[in-house]
């Protein structure tokens, strides 16, 4: 009786394993498979508030309305010389800065913080291109000098 028991303890826990396992290859590939914002979102993938929407998955930002997606960020987190904020930076141009969202952490106030502090005028729909650049009109946090 005893060992009967045993045999169905192990019988059980190796089917908990293998359905396990399944869920978890079944999980990690339908999040590689995203390729559109509809899919990003379905996801549970963070959206931004902005205008397009913007979905971020594995550091990929899918845009609502528009094929493909953008990698981000460019630079990374970068320290900076102002104080000990820091925040993750897309791109920099002479006349501003194109801050990323790409970890998911969003805290506009951080980053209206951090370019209040370099003299700049914090913008929630500024461009993500430099002045002279063609490019889609989708909109970033900037700070504009």
């Not at 290859?25 to 508030?49: D, Y």
């Not at 102002?82 to 993750?88: A, F, M």
Request: charged share 20%; net charge negative.
């Amino acid at each position: 009786m005893i060992i009967m028991n045993h045999k169905k303890i192990i019988t059980g826990a190796g089917i908990v394993v293998i359905v396990s396992t399944a869920l978890v290859i079944v999980f990690l590939a339908l999040r590689s498979s995203v390729t559109t914002f509809e899919e990003c979102v379905a996801a549970g993938n963070p959206v931004m508030q902005s205008l397009p929407l913007q979905c971020l998955h594995d550091k990929r930002v899918f845009i609502e309305g528009v094929p493909g997606y953008v990698q981000y960020p460019k630079r990374g987190n970068v320290r900076n010389e102002i104080g000990d904020i820091h925040v993750p930076i897309q791109d920099e141009f002479e006349n501003k800065i194109v801050y990323s969202v790409a970890d998911g952490n969003f805290n506009e106030a951080l980053y209206r913080d951090h370019c209040e502090k370099r003299g700049g005028t914090f913008n929630t729909c500024g461009s993500v291109c430099d002045e002279d650049e063609i490019c889609i009109q989708v909109c970033a946090l900037t700070c504009e000098f």
